[in-house]
């Protein structure tokens, strides 16, 4: 009888975990972006002093920044996972891969986009999870010297993860009782090629504990958050040490923007360009 409860204890457990990243995962497929619909800013103009680099949140693609469009804005592709490699032809999902790799990617395509301007350095607009990966990019650089970045403008980041649908209160659970680990053997290889990222960013994650504390080195840090974002968790003491932070309530109190909705609304994009044309601090 005792073995037959803990089977279930077990099996219970394991489906809570595993559910973990499989839940993001197709929160992922929801917003999945069609091939047809890919029209962000792209084409930097070769004349540009200080290109404007967008980088989109988990499970989105360029598509995001097409109100964006401007000769020295250019939204960049990262972070595909293995199935986003095989299904590109019809669907385009990025800020899939691990945020590890995604940030060597923001790393080489900074670097190409500086190799067609001839500018020295760019400013960087990005939202949820890309947050991570350029500050990743900037803090632990695959590339010898960081991207030269001037400022880091984050709508809506994920300093502190997210705490959707339950998800870090399970992985909360499962640490207490001494399974997590077990478990997320058995997670990993069945969301992995769908969504590496979507595990890292659940709050209080392995990955967000290890997230350096301190802003990169000569680079502005700004945030831009919404009090209805509705999915990034409230960064507290988990946001890099030194970065200004902009309520959008504070400057339009009617505003209801979420979280999707941050990188087309219109006076988060006011604030943001704002705040790269006076990068100075």
């Not at 069945?190 to 990169?216: I, K």
């Amino acid at each position: 009888m005792g073995a037959g409860r803990e089977r279930g204890h077990r099996s219970t457990a394991r489906g809570r975990h595993v559910g973990l990243g499989a839940a993001l995962a197709l929160a992922v497929g929801l917003f999945a972006v069609p091939a047809s619909a890919r029209t962000g800013p792209n084409g930097v103009a070769p004349q540009c002093v200080r290109p404007l680099v967008a980088v989109y949140d988990l499970g989105s693609s360029a598509a995001e920044w097409a109100d964006w469009a401007g000769p020295c804005a250019v939204a960049v592709e990262y972070g595909a996972g293995p199935v986003t490699r095989v299904l590109g032809f019809a669907v385009r999902v990025g800020g899939v891969a691990s945020i590890e790799e995604s940030a060597a990617e923001i790393e080489a395509e900074i670097a190409a986009i500086l190799d067609r301007t001839g500018a020295d350095v760019v400013d960087v607009v990005a939202r949820g999870s890309g947050a991570l990966v350029v500050h990743h990019a900037l803090t632990r650089p695959v590339r010898g010297a960081p991207p030269p970045v001037r400022t880091l403008v984050s709508l809506g980041p994920f300093w502190a993860g997210t705490e959707v649908l339950g998800l870090a209160a399970v992985a909360d659970l499962n640490r207490r009782i001494g399974i997590y680990d077990a478990l997320a053997a058995v997670e990993r290889p069945l969301v992995a090629p769908f969504c590496v990222s979507c595990g890292q960013v659940v709050a209080r994650s392995t990955f967000l504990r290890s997230v350096s504390a301190a802003t990169a080195a000569g680079v502005r840090y700004v945030d831009i958050v919404s009090a209805t974002d509705g999915i990034a968790a409230p960064a507290a003491g988990a946001a890099p040490r030194g970065r200004q932070v902009v309520v959008v309530q504070d400057v339009d109190p009617t505003s209801t923007v979420d979280h999707g909705g941050l990188a087309g609304d219109a006076v988060v994009r006011r604030l943001a360009i704002d705040v790269t044309r006076n990068g100075d601090r």
